[in-house]
Antibody, heavy 120, light 110 residues
Framework: EVQLVESGGGLVQPGGSLRLSCAVSGFTFSNYWMHWVRQAPGKGLVWVSRINKDGSSTTYADSVKGRFTISRDNTKNTLYLQMNSLRAEDTAVYYC?????????????WGQGTLVTVSS | QTVVTQEPSFSVSPGGTVTLTCGLSSGSVSSSDSPSWYQQTPGQAPRTLIY???TRSSGVPDRFSGSILGNKAALTITGAQADDESDYYCMLYMDNGIYLFGGGTKLTVL
């Protein structure tokens, strides 16, 4: 069974840092591009970042560029999102998502999300 | 700044048909934007319904269909059921490798 399990969320002060993890199982992690998507409380989905299969290529939304870093460890089957200089507007549930292999441009599996709250 | 537009809300009667749309603030949506559609109920992760404009994801009932209508992507639900009451999001792939979600449509079935 394919599973994506996020962790690492919590309460952090503005300007602080947090690292999210997404542990995957049930498929060959190194064969898939991966993404992070977030959703502020009561708001819509927002794409955050993507990483290619071997971690050599990354892309970010303008709102997080320069502050967030996506990475992966294919030996540990884990995706990461390092979040620095956090702001109140970064408060959201963060989902990791797997890119569908056949299409390359949509998500076929999602984790359940981890909540990040940025507040003093 | 490109924005993906969706109707904020829509209502459909049980058994009825509804079409939700996904447009661009500047320009037209085409199949090359690889529109995909996601369903989300409160407190749950999104579920993929449609990808590559009109391909249903595994396990998705055939009452859900996707297409391009005019200059927008469209999600049509034919024979709406009570458990279709959800939020629906479209997503487009932009040329520079950026993905954009629409603001979502809250669908009420009553």
């Amino acid at each position: 069974e394919v599973q994506l399990v996020e962790s690492g969320g919590g309460l952090v002060q503005p300007g602080g840092s947090l690292r999210l993890s997404c542990a995957v199982s049930g498929f060959t992690f190194s064969n898939y591009w991966m993404h992070w998507v977030r959703q502020a409380p009561g708001k819509g989905l927002v794409w955050v970042s993507r990483i290619n299969k071997d971690g050599s290529s990354t892309t970010y939304a303008d709102s997080v560029k320069g502050r967030f870093t996506i990475s992966r460890d294919n030996t540990k089957n884990t995706l990461y999102l390092q979040m620095n200089s956090l702001r109140a507007e970064d408060t959201a549930v963060y989902y990791c998502a797997r890119v569908r292999a056949s299409s390359g441009r949509d998500f076929d599996c999602w984790g359940q999300g981890t909540l990040v709250t940025v507040s003093s | 700044q490109t924005v993906v537009t969706q109707e904020p809300s829509f209502s459909v009667s049980p058994g009825g048909t509804v079409t939700l749309t996904c447009g661009l603030s500047s320009g037209s949506v085409s199949s090359s934007d690889s529109p995909s559609w996601y369903q989300q109920t409160p407190g749950q992760a999104p579920r993929t319904l449609i990808y590559n404009t009109g391909t249903r994801s595994s396990g998705v009932p055939d009452r859900f269909s996707g297409s391009i209508l005019g200059n927008k992507a469209a999600l049509t639900i034919t024979g709406a059921q009570a458990d279709d009451e959800s939020d629906y999001y479209c997503m487009l792939y932009m040329d520079n490798g950026i993905y954009l979600f629409g603001g979502g449509t809250k669908l009420t079935v009553l």
